[in-house]
T-cell receptor, first 113, second 111 residues
Framework: EAQVTQNPRYLITVTGKKLTVTCSQN?????MSWYRQDPGLGLRQIYY???????DKGDVPEGYKVSRKEKRNFPLILESPSPNQTSLYFC????????????FGPGTRLTVL | SQQGEEDPQALSIQEGENATMNCSYK?????LQWYRQNSGRGLVHLIL?????REKHSGRLRVTLDTSKKSSSLLITASRAADTASYFC???????????FGIGTKLQVIP
């Protein structure tokens, strides 16, 4: 089954404790992206990747890092989480560009205390 | 950055009625897409309309695009309770590398 998986689905952590949210897709898509969703603000793009070892900042990259060492994986790293990073995070993948149909993961609800 | 704006932000209708949602954007686009999100879950792609298209259909969905007014509408005909969800428009620009999402329309279909 074609899918995007994220782990963990729920995470409660404390300020400053490094964490990684994993994302994996099995569709051989070149493009992958991370979004955060906050009430009243919709989805905002954090980082995106056009292929292995090629990443770029989205609209809200501060406080986040990403890497793309393999085509299928695109982890999101919060090296020193802060309470304003409490949000619902989505990973997505697509073929032929981010402007094409994107397949979304189930989301990771992160709370930073 | 460019962002689509959906209107209305919330809509409540009876089952069987039609639901219309609108999206406005600010600059030229390559295409516009509509996505659905069921309560806190991942978004699901519904339909994509290119900048040189004016109307597109998919099942009970009808999407129109007016590039002169920089707006799009999503019509869901004969709505069902299962259509209850949030609907987002997403605009793609800049050679398909950039896409921005609106804040969504929350649709409630009452059985």
């Amino acid at each position: 089954e074609a899918q995007v998986t994220q782990n963990p689905r729920y995470l409660i952590t404390v300020t400053g404790k490094k964490l990684t949210v994993t994302c994996s897709q099995n569709m051989n898509h070149e493009y992958m992206s991370w979004y955060r969703q906050d009430p009243g603000l919709g989805l905002r793009q954090i980082y995106y990747s056009m292929n292995v070892e090629v990443t770029d900042k989205g609209d809200v990259p501060e406080g986040y890092k990403v890497s793309r060492k393999e085509k299928r994986n695109f982890p999101l790293i919060l090296e020193s989480p802060s309470p304003n990073q409490t949000s619902l995070y989505f990973c997505a993948s697509s073929s032929g560009g981010l402007g094409n149909e994107q397949f979304f993961g189930p989301g990771t609800r992160l709370t930073v205390l | 950055s460019q962002q689509g704006e959906e209107d209305p932000q919330a809509l409540s209708i009876q089952e069987g009625e039609n639901a219309t949602m609108n999206c406005s954007y600010k600059t030229s686009i390559n295409n516009l897409q509509w996505y659905r999100q069921n309560s806190g879950r991942g978004l699901v792609h519904l339909i994509l309309i290119r900048s040189n298209e004016r109307e597109k259909h998919s099942g009970r969905l009808r999407v129109t695009l007016d590039t002169s007014k920089k707006s799009s509408s999503l019509l869901i005909t004969a709505s069902r309770a299962a259509d209850t969800a949030s609907y987002f428009c997403a605009t793609a620009f800049g050679g398909y590398q950039k896409v921005t999402f609106g804040i969504g329309t929350k649709l409630q279909v009452i059985p």
